[in-house]
Structures are given as structure tokens and as C-alpha cells.
């Protein structure tokens, strides 16, 4: 379960002192234990994923206001907190390996594009983010 891998490195972070593995592991594990308290159940492999996606989201956010304001400190936080975040993700998929994916799922040429997205989105669901697999779907069509 992702949680316990979460709070195994959170407590390896704090024996070592690292503050930004510290603060970003504390940050992800608060949001599996509230997600996790509000379905009143143990969360899926799916809702996990989820989660960490949206971290990852927040986190390219606050990435591109760094980039905007031209801080270059804030930038490699943030590129940090990335690469740590994206560890908890399952393996990305190229974009070779989505189109052989959606091919075989059924997306053929002259599709409509949210029909599409309707056969993509759980085939992908955590093995890809969400502006790849919107790409690779609009090239396919």
C-alpha cells in the first residue's frame, strides 16, 4: 500500500534530517489519510494514484509561478519535490507505448475526441498524465 511506503520514507526523511523529503512526504500522507477518512474505507490503487496526481499538479503549478517570477531557488524546490512525488507513481508509459495502447482499446481516426478520452482515460489512468494522453489521443484522430 502506498501509505505505509509514504510514512517508511517520511520516517527515514526525519532521521536524516531532510526537510524538503520531510515536508513534501508529511504534505502526501496527510492526503491519503483524509481521502482514506472521508470514503471511510482503505483507498484503491487507483485513488492513490489519483492523489499523488494531483500533488504532482499542485506542484507544476507552483512550479510555473516560479518560472514566471523568475525565482530560481522556488524553481529547484519545486523540480525537487517533482522528481520525489513522481517515485510514487507507477511506470510512465512513452508515447509509443499509449498509441499502441489506444489502438488496440479501440481509438481509431474520425472518432470523436470525448469518446475517445472515455476509452483512454481508464486504460491510463495513472500511467500517464493527463496532457500526454490528451495528445496522443488528438494525434490518433
Known amino acids: 500500500m502506498l501509505k505505509n511506503t509514504v510514512f517508511e520514507q517520511l520516517k527515514q ?12 512526504l508529511t504534505l502526501l500522507k496527510a492526503s491519503l489519510d483524509r ?3 472521508e470514503k471511510g474505507a482503505a483507498l484503491s490503487t487507483e485513488d492513490e494514484v489519483a492523489i499523488v496526481n494531483r500533488e504532482i499538479k499542485q506542484t507544476n503549478q507552483s512550479l510555473e509561478g516560479a518560472q514566471k517570477a523568475q525565482r530560481d531557488d522556488l ?7 517533482l522528481v520525489l ?6 511506470k510512465q508509459l512513452s508515447e509509443e507505448e499509449i498509441v499502441k495502447a489506444l ?3 479501440g481509438v481509431t481516426k474520425g472518432m470523436n475526441m470525448g469518446d475517445a478520452m472515455k476509452i483512454a482515460k481508464p486504460l491510463l489512468a495513472g500511467k500517464t ?3 500526454t ?8 484522430l
Open 13 to 24: 526523511a526525519m532521521r536524516e534530517k531532510d526537510v524538503l523529503s520531510k515536508g513534501v
Open 35 to 37: 481521502a482514506e477518512k
Open 75 to 81: 524553481i529547484q524546490q519545486e523540480e525537487a519535490k
Open 85 to 90: 512525488l513522481k517515485s510514487f507513481l507507477p
Open 103 to 105: 489502438t488496440e482499446a
Open 129 to 131: 498524465d493527463g496532457g
Open 133 to 140: 494522453m490528451s495528445k496522443v489521443v488528438k494525434s490518433l
